[in-house]
């Protein structure tokens, strides 16, 4: 069979469009592709919810690659691991109740069952503002990361959600957005982002659950970004936290989501 460059080209460009088109108005947006964005977003899918999740960046993964420091293993404790095993992926035993297991596997693994299960993933698209009504976050607005690294001035395109998770990590870019621009209080005791404090495992891993919330109407935190919305400490190359807050990200909205059918 002769190739036709064209029909490559088209056949590209006609699926992209309809993925992209199909994912104009969702159940949940998610914002950040690291561990607690992707685990939100399989959990949702596979619960039959629609989804679509915007990464920044070329690669999904966020900060799982590098493990601690570039050495390329990440740590679980007994119950993140549990959440390692129901995606498949192998860990060993280090001592007591840690865990060790390949970083690369890990996020390749969860980035892979992800797309599988259904959510539609986009890379290469930032999130760089939100669309209110009445006092609620009901959508984003999306641009290609290219438009904004090259500075360039291209108006973004909008897309509809019924919730949105902010799974940005250490920037909390959508909870930040809020902030700025909208004219009313954070649901956090001080009404404004809390700021991340420095390094401490054993906290941060507990309150990154109990951060896992809603931050305003119809935007959940989860991951890193739950932690620092609300003033939490931040816990380094320990895994657990992040998959578990991605786990009950899903858990609350599913909850309102049928609450409201
Ligand atoms: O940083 P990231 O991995 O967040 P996480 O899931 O996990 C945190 C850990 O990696 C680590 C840690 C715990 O061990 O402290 O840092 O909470 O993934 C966040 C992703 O969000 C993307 C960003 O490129 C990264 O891949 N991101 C950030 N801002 C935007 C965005 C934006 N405005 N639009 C789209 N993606």
Not at 58 to 76: A, K, Q, R
Not at 100 to 115: G, L, M, Y
Not at 243 to 250: F, H, N, P, T
Request: glycine share 10%.
């Amino acid at each position: 069979m002769a190739l036709d460059e064209v029909i490559i080209s088209r056949a590209i460009i006609e699926r992209f469009v309809r993925k992209f088109t199909d994912s104009l108005e969702v159940d949940v947006a998610v914002v950040g592709g690291g561990p607690a964005g992707l685990v939100a977003a399989y959990r949702l899918v596979r619960d039959g919810y629609r989804v679509a999740l915007f990464e920044r960046k070329l690669s999904i993964g966020g900060g799982m690659w590098g493990g601690g420091m570039m050495f390329n293993e990440i740590v679980v404790q007994e119950e993140g691991k549990r959440i390692l095993d129901e995606f498949g992926i192998r860990s060993e035993l280090y001592q007591d109740e840690y865990y060790t297991a390949d970083a690369v596997e890990s996020i390749s693994t969860i980035c892979s069952k992800t797309a599988q299960a259904g959510a539609r993933i986009f890379n290469l698209m930032s999130v760089e503002d939100v669309v209110v009504r009445e006092e609620r976050v009901v959508g984003l607005v999306l641009n290609w990361t290219a438009v904004e690294m090259a500075g360039l001035h291209v108006d973004p395109l909008t897309m509809r959600s019924q919730y949105v998770i902010d799974a940005t990590g250490h920037d909390t870019e959508v909870v930040k957005i809020i902030e700025r621009k909208v004219d009313a209080a954070l649901l956090t005791p001080t009404g404004k982002i809390m700021g991340e404090k420095s390094l401490w495992a054993e906290k941060a891993e507990t309150s990154t659950l109990e951060n896992t919330k809603e931050v305003f109407p119809g935007v959940f935190v989860a991951g890193m970004s739950a932690n620092a919305s609300f003033g939490a400490y931040r816990m380094g190359p320990i895994f657990g936290g992040m998959l578990l807050s991605g786990e009950k990200a899903a858990t609350l909205i599913a909850e309102r989501l049928t609450q409201e059918r």
